[in-house]
């Protein structure tokens, strides 16, 4: 099912949360929420409400960090410190199970939301980060539909926005203490209306003014869940599908089974690739926090039957991101290795997960003794590119390799073999002249780009996450014609920025900050704030420095 959300169900929503929020903080000026995602697919954005002065929000994928070392993942977590965070208690759990206890981030409010969660978790949530903990009950369909009280536990309903019933099986209001099935009904959402909408959560009203003297209606909501249980947990809890099903949809992972063996879990999924370190984690986690914190998740992928004629070494559709290099090599050689090509590598930064950005590509390149021209080199290529999102497969002749200089030094170096070897297929390492000449030329390029760009008219509109990845390249590349003038062979971004400072690059602290940005490893900042507008200047006054030294 689609959901369809429209402006007044949005700001209805942004409204209730900050109405929330200040009910624990207080009604300081100042707000910045942060909503925390593993999402893979999702973007991290910065905004201001106009309607709400002084109300940061930002939206941040943790998918990206999460590949970082620990030292700078917690690094980047600190970033959190004296803000409110918003996020949904299954990725909450990962959260705190990759942190563990005491991790020195101190926000000022976790509010959890989106799916049930045990006391448990609130309890852990406490120890990792020495803040409160509070909750909304949110739809998808519905937006905030009651706000947890922190005097009572009870849930108050957001009366403005919803229309909530307890009902029993004929569908029959119930009274006070009845559990039943709670229908929604959302007042603000006018682009997708519902009646009574039951999504199978229990609850029961409860009787009586509540000790924080709100008025109004208030939920007692039951976490007790059984029906179509994957796996009966201790003390009766079930891990339903449900349960797990956001958390799978934002991992990307097909899971069809939970299979508790005494005190091992195995969760069996049906995905094209196994389950990566960040997949492991988030979702045992998650299954930790359902049915105990001491069971040990075992990942198990399941068979699939494979599509006819696909190779072996099939990775299928998916982000290259998941695939070890060596799986992507294997494949690549086996589709290669029948076209009479005399050498073929991979370079790109989406092969090093802690640099992975989500504009990372995968390059292929292939080295021919013939005509790229050739209606059977593009078909290749096409063919390669369609199996493999993001792949780019670059076909060239040794000749086209010596016109550039700079792409040549990043495949000698960066390169992860498909077949053959570059030196035996005659490409050979360029002339310093070479490389000046080509860093001329490009310098006056990115130059021009950059100011166009920069002192463009709708810099409000702009993505301050794109903008800081075309940052990265222009200062990567900029710092790698200067590094490899000064007879420095490394092209990788990792080695580049370890080495500029040596070489008295202008803001070495800004422009790594600037690649933290662009691969959503800190938080983006508002568009058109200085910060973000920052980027792009840094990235032109290190073409200048570069050009300066040609
Ligand atoms: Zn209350």
Known sequence: MEIVVDDAAQHAELSALVR???????????LAIAHLTLHLASTSRASVSPDLPGVGLVKWNLSRAWQLP??????????????????????M??????????????????VLSGEQFTPSLRE???VTFDCPVTALYTLAEAGIVAHECGESGTYHVEETDAFVEVVGDRGDPLPPGGVGDIAVTPLVNRAMPLLRYVNGDKGAWVDGPCG?????????LLAARTQHALVAGPNGRGVRKIDLAK????????VSRIVQNSDEVVVEHHDSHPATDFQRTAIA???RSLMGADLTVRMLRTARERAAGAPAADPGQVLPAFLPSADIAAWAHDVLRRQGVLAAVLTGSALDPAAVSRFSDIDVTVVIDDDPCQERWYALAAAMNQHLATLRVNVTEVAGLVRAPLVTCRLLTERHPVMGTLEEAGVTWPSVQDLTAEARFWTQNAESVLWTRLTAADRQRTDPVRDAWLASRFCLDALRYRLLREGVRVTAARHVLQRAPEFGVPDATDIRHVFAVSREHRPPPTPGSPEADGFLRVALACVRWLGRSL
């Open 20 to 30: 929330h929020v200040r009910r624990h903080v207080g009604k300081q000026a100042g």
């Open 70 to 91: 620990d030292d700078e993942f917690r690094s980047a977590v600190r970033d959190m410190h004296g803000k409110v965070i918003t996020v949904m208690p299954s990725v």
């Open 93 to 110: 759990a990962a959260l705190c199970d990759r942190l563990g206890p005491s991790s020195g981030v101190g926000p000022r409010l976790v």
């Open 124 to 126: 852990r949530i406490q």
């Open 212 to 220: 924080c003297r709100r008025p109004g209606p208030r939920l007692r």
């Open 247 to 254: 958390l799978c949809r934002q991992l990307d992972l097909s």
């Open 285 to 287: 986690a998650a299954v």
